[in-house]
C-alpha cells in the first residue's frame, strides 16, 4: 500500500490528526494505568470524546454491564489463533446484484510478429519489453539461459545500488531456463512467456524460497508452499530470478534491511509497496514482475520508476498463497515495460482459485489490432487544466486516435472515510504485532507507517466501519452508473480521488509513462526531502481506468497511446 501525493495523503494525515487530537482529550481524563481493572462511567465519559458521542450519567452507567460483557468476548476473541490466510465470512464482489459481465475469450491477439532483429548490445535486450524477448527466443535468436545469466550479471552490478531484491535464486534461475531451453528444443513451447525470467514481490510465496513480507518480524520467514500466481507462471514457461523487494508488511518502500531506489534518481525512494519490481523493470534487471495493491501499490511506484503498471479487476488474479493486508482490497498485477507486456503476463496468471472465496473465473481478451476510432474515453477537463504536461500530452495522443471523448464526473462524498475499512483490515490482518509489541520492531516508525496506525485503529467505531463499508456500495453504484457506455477513463493518476475509490469499488487501472518531470529528490508521499533545489529529470505516468473485467480494451488503448508518446524507451542514465 501507498499513500498518493495528493487527495489520499491528505486523508490519512487528516485522519491521524483527528484521531490523535481525540486520543489527547482521552488522556486527559485520567491518569495512565498500565491494564484498568474494571470499567468506570469516567471511562465511557472519556471515551465518547473518542466516538464523537455524548451520553448522560444514567446512559453511561446502564452501558456498563454490556460493555464488561462485551469486552469479555473480544479478549477471547483475541486469544484465539488465527492465521493470515483465514478469510473474513463476508468476502467483497465488485459486481453489482443483477450485473452481468460481458462473456470473454482467453486470447491474447494482434500483436506484431516481428520483434526486429536481435540487438547486438546486451544492454538492449535487457531493456527489451517481454514480448519482443519472447519472439527472439522463439525464433532462435536468444535462449532462455543466455537472457537469464544476463539478467542475473545485471542484478549482481544493480541490484545492491537500488536495494531492489531481497533474495536472487540464481542456482534455481539457471535450472529453470535449462530447462525452458530444452523444452523449447523438443517442441514443447509452453506460450509467449516461455523462458522470460521475471522477479516476484516478496509478499508471494514460493516454497522453499525467503518469505519475508519486507518486515523484520518474518524476515527469517521462508515459503512453506509456492502461490497459485507463481505456479501459473512457472506453467507459463517464466523463469523465477528472485523475490523482489516490498516495502514492509505492504506499504512504502522501506524494508528490513534497506529502502528500495528509484533508478531514475537512486537518492530517492522507488515508492511502494511493489518497490522492487518497479525499480526492478525500471533499471532493465528481469523481463517483468509481479506486484500486488491495496491502495497504489502497483501504480505510485510505477509511476515513480517510469514503468507500466496495471492493477487488475478486483478477483480476477487469485492471491492463494500471498500476504493478506485487506481481504476485500487485495489484487496482484504485472508490472512491465509496455501494455502488450501486461496482456501476456496477465493471460497467464488469470483466473480463480478454490482457497480464494474472493476470486472469479472470468475470461480476458485483449485484441491489439483492433480499431480504436470511436471508442467512447471519459475524461474530466478540470483534471488536465491543474495537471501536468505528459496528462495533457496523453490527452491529446487519445485524441489523436479518433477516440470520442465524454465528460466525467466523480460525485462530492466522504471518500476518505473509506480509508476506515483498509486500516481496520490491516490492524486485524496484524493484529498479534500490535498486541505482543512486536510492531516497534519495524524500521519505519513514523505517524503514518503501520504500527501507530494499527495501534489508533484499535479504537475506531465498528459503526463508524459499517457504515463506512456502506459508503463504499455508493461508490460501486456511482463508478456503475458513471462507466455505463465508456470504454475507458484517462487522468492523472490520482487525480478527483479516482485511485481511492476504484481501489475500493474494484475497477482496473493501467498507469503508463506518458512523459517526463523535473522534480526536487521527494518523499514517498511526493513531498521535497530536501531543501536543496536541485531537481531531476524522472518519469511521469498517467492512468487510464475500465469497467469491471474490460482490462483488454484499456490496454489495448494504453498500448496505442505508448505508440504516439514515444517515450516508453528511455533509460535510467545510472543503469544503461
Request: charged share 20%; net charge negative; proline share 6%.
Amino acid at each position: 500500500m501507498t499513500t498518493s501525493p495528493d487527495q489520499p495523503r491528505a486523508t490519512r494525515r487528516g485522519v491521524l490528526a483527528l484521531m490523535a487530537g481525540a486520543g489527547g482529550a482521552l488522556a486527559a481524563c485520567s491518569p495512565p494505568q498500565a491494564r484498568p481493572e474494571g470499567l468506570t462511567a469516567n471511562t465511557l465519559s472519556c471515551a465518547e470524546t473518542l466516538a464523537g458521542v455524548r451520553y448522560s450519567p444514567a446512559q453511561r452507567q446502564q452501558m456498563l454491564s454490556g460493555i464488561e460483557a462485551w469486552q469479555a468476548r473480544a479478549e477471547r476473541l483475541r486469544a484465539l489463533d488465527k492465521p493470515n490466510a483465514l478469510h473474513p465470512g463476508l468476502v467483497f464482489n465488485p459486481v453489482l446484484p443483477g450485473r452481468t459481465m460481458r462473456v470473454q475469450d482467453n486470447a491474447v491477439t494482434g500483436l506484431s510478429a516481428d520483434p526486429g532483429p536481435l540487438p547486438s548490445d546486451p544492454v538492449d535486450i535487457a531493456y527489451a519489453p517481454a514480448w519482443k524477448l519472447g519472439a527472439w527466443m522463439a525464433r532462435g535468436a536468444l535462449s532462455s539461459a543466455e537472457l537469464t545469466e544476463l539478467y542475473l550479471a545485471r542484478i549482481e552490478a544493480h541490484g545492491a545500488a537500488l536495494e531492489c531484491f531481497i533474495h536472487v535464486s540464481a542456482d534455481r534461475a539457471r535450472a529453470e531456463a535449462a530447462a525452458r531451453d530444452a523444452e523449447r528444443a523438443a517442441g514443447q513451447v509452453r506460450g509467449p512467456l516461455h523462458g522470460v525470467p521475471y522477479a516476484l514481490k516478496d509478499i508471494i510465496d514460493v516454497q522453499g524460497l525467503p518469505a519475508t513480507w519486507g518486515a523484520t518480524v518474518y524476515s527469517e520467514r521462508m515459503g512453506e508452499e509456492t502461490a497459485i500466481v507463481a505456479r501459473r507462471l512457472e506453467e507459463a514457461g517464466a523463469v523465477l530470478l528472485g523475490k523482489a523487494s516490498t516495502g514492509a508488511i505492504a506499504y512504502g518502500d522501506i524494508w528490513f534491511d534497506g529502502v528500495t531506489r528509484n533508478p531514475f534518481n537512486p537518492a530517492e525512494g522507488s515508492s511502494g509497496s511493489s518497490a522492487g519490481p518497479a525499480a526492478a523493470v525500471a533499471a532493465g534487471l528481469c523481463g517483468f514482475a509481479i506486484g500486488t495493491e491495496t491502495l497504489g501499490s502497483i501504480v505510485s511506484p510505477s509511476h515513480r520508476c517510469g514503468n507500466t503498471g496495471l492493477r487488475p479487476t478486483f478477483g480476477r488474479v487469485a492471491r492463494t498463497g500471498a500476504m493478506a493486508l485487506c481481504w476485500s482490497l487485495d489484487k496482484i498485477g504485472p508490472m512491465v515495460r509496455s501494455s502488450p507486456d501486461a496482456a501476456l503476463v496477465l493471460a497467464a496468471i488469470n483466473g480463480a482459485d478454490v482457497t480464494d472465496p474472493a476470486s472469479r473465473d472470468h475470461g480476458f481478451e485483449a485484441d491489439f489490432a483492433r480499431d480504436l476510432s470511436g471508442l467512447r474515453l471519459g475524461y474530466n477537463a478540470d483534471w488536465f487544466e491543474n495537471g501536468a504536461d505528459p496528462d495533457r500530452a496523453a490527452l491529446e495522443a487519445a485524441r489523436s486516435l479518433g477516440v470520442e471523448l465524454v465528460a466525467f464526473e466523480v460525485d462530492e462524498r466522504p471518500w476518505d472515510a473509506l480509508l476506515m475499512q483498509l486500516e481496520a483490515e490491516a490492524a486485524a490482518a496484524f493484529e498479534h504485532l500490535t498486541l505482543e509489541g512486536l510492531d516497534e520492531r519495524l524500521r519505519w516508525q513514523d505517524d503514518v507507517a503501520w504500527p501507530n496506525t494499527w495501534r489508533r485503529t484499535r479504537f475506531l467505531s465498528a459503526v463508524d466501519l459499517v457504515n463506512a463499508d456502506r459508503l463504499r456500495r455508493q461508490a460501486m453504484e456511482m463508478m456503475d452508473a458513471r462507466m455505463e457506455g465508456l470504454d475507458a477513463v484517462i487522468g492523472p493518476n490520482f487525480a478527483g480521488s479516482m485511485l481511492l475509490i476504484t481501489n475500493y469499488t474494484g475497477h482496473p487501472q493501467l498507469a503508463f509513462r506518458s512523459g517526463f518531470i523535473e522534480a526536487p529528490t521527494r518523499t514517498i508521499f511526493g513531498e521535497p526531502a530536501d531543501e536543496s533545489g536541485d531537481v531531476h529529470r524522472v518519469p511521469y505516468a498517467t492512468s487510464l481506468w475500465a469497467p469491471l473485467y474490460e482490462e483488454g480494451v484499456m490496454l489495448a488503448l494504453g498500448a496505442a497511446i505508448e505508440a504516439r508518446l514515444g517515450v516508453a524507451d528511455e533509460r535510467p542514465p545510472a543503469f544503461s
